[in-house]
C-alpha cells in the first residue's frame, strides 16, 4: 500500500528520519515505537506531505507522492490525527465535525458567495458524513455537548471522527491513546480494530507498549531516526537491539 524507500529528513545537522526503508502493509495495523526523539512524528510529517524528504520516495498505491501536497496526499485517502486535537471548545461536538468535514472539503471562494446549489448540496452532505463519523466512533449521544465539555478519550474519538472526513485509505493516527486509562485505551483499541474492519489500513504512533503488543500486526522500531528493527509484536518483543534502545529510556519495559 505504502512503500517507503531511503527516506531521510534532516533539520541542519540533524538525520530525524535517516534511510528508512518500510512498507506499510494494507489491512493491518502498523505501529511505530522508538524512544522520543526517534524521529517517529517527523516520519508521519513526511508521510502526509508536511514536511518534504531531503531525499528517499514514497510511493502509494503505486503512485509517487513524495512531492505532492498535504491536501493531494489527503484527496487520495491518507488522513491523519496529531497528538493534541485543536477543537472549538465552545461548539457542540457534531458542530466541530461539520466544520472539520467542511476545511477538509473544498467549493471556491465564488460558490460560497453566491451560496450556489453546489454549496447547499456540500454543507448537506458534509452534515450527514459528519453524524455517520460520530456514529462510527461512538460519539453520537455526545453529539450536543460542548466540545470543552468532553473527556480526553472523547477528543481522541472526534480526532478520528476527523480523520474519517476524507473517506481515508490510509489513516495515521499519532498516540491514539495519550492520556487515556487503561480502561479507555482498550475501547480506542477496539475502535482502531474497527477501522481495519470496514477497510481501512492503520498506521499507529504509541508510547504504550501493552496496547501495542496486542494491537499491531506489525511493528517498526526507531531509533535516533534510524530504523532499528521490523516484526511482528513477538519478534521485537525479543530483539536485542530493540532492548538495548530502550534500555535507559523511560520506557524501560518493552
Ligand atoms: N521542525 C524541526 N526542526 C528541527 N528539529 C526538529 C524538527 N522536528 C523534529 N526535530 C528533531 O528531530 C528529532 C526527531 O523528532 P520527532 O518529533 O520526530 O521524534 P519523536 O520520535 O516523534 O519523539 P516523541 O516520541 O517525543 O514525540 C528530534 O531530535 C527533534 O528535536
Given amino acids: 500500500m505504502l512503500k517507503i524507500e531511503k527516506l531521510t529528513k534532516k533539520f541542519g545537522g540533524l538525520a530525524a528520519v535517516n534511510d528508512v526503508s518500510t512498507v506499510i502493509e494494507e489491512g493491518k495495523i502498523n505501529a511505530i515505537i522508538g524512544p522520543n526523539g526517534a524521529g517517529k512524528t517527523t516520519f508521519f510529517n513526511l508521510i502526509s506531505s508536511m514536511h518534504k524528504p531531503t531525499s528517499g520516495t514514497i510511493t502509494f498505491n503505486g503512485q ?14 491518507i488522513a491523519r490525527t496529531f497528538q493534541s486535537t485543536s477543537l472549538f471548545d465552545k461548539a457542540t ?8 468535514h467542511r476545511l477538509r472539503t473544498h467549493s471556491g471562494l465564488w460558490d460560497v458567495l453566491r451560496g450556489s446549489s453546489r454549496l447547499r448540496e456540500e454543507e448537506r452532505v458534509c452534515r450527514e458524513k459528519a453524524r455517520d463519523a460520530l456514529d462510527f466512533v461512538g460519539l453520537s449521544p455526545i453529539a450536543h455537548r460542548l466540545a470543552g465539555d468532553i473527556s480526553q478519550e472523547e477528543r481522541k474519538r472526534v480526532a478520528f471522527a476527523l480523520a474519517l472526513a476524507t473517506d481515508p485509505k490510509l489513516l495515521l493516527l ?23 474492519q470496514h477497510g481501512m489500513t492503520v ?10 503488543m496486542s494491537l499491531a500486526d506489525k511493528i517498526l522500531v526507531l531509533s535516533y531516526g534510524e530504523k532499528i528493527a521490523e516484526g511482528t509484536p513477538d519478534a521485537i518483543r525479543r ?4 532492548i538495548d534502545a530502550y534500555l535507559g529510556s523511560e520506557h524501560a519495559e518493552v
Fill in 93 to 100: 461536538v457534531l458542530d466541530n465535525l461539520i466544520v472539520g
Fill in 203 to 212: 498506521a499507529l504512533i504509541e508510547h504504550k507498549m501493552a496496547m501495542i
Fill in 64 to 77: 509517487d507522492v513524495t512531492s505532492l501536497r498535504p491536501d493531494q496526499v489527503a484527496k487520495l485517502g
Fill in 174 to 196: 499519532d498516540e491514539p491513546a495519550g492520556g487515556v486509562n487503561p480502561e479507555e485505551t482498550e475501547g480506542l483499541a477496539q475502535l482502531i480494530r474497527k477501522f481495519v
Fill in 239 to 242: 530483539n536485542p537491539a530493540v
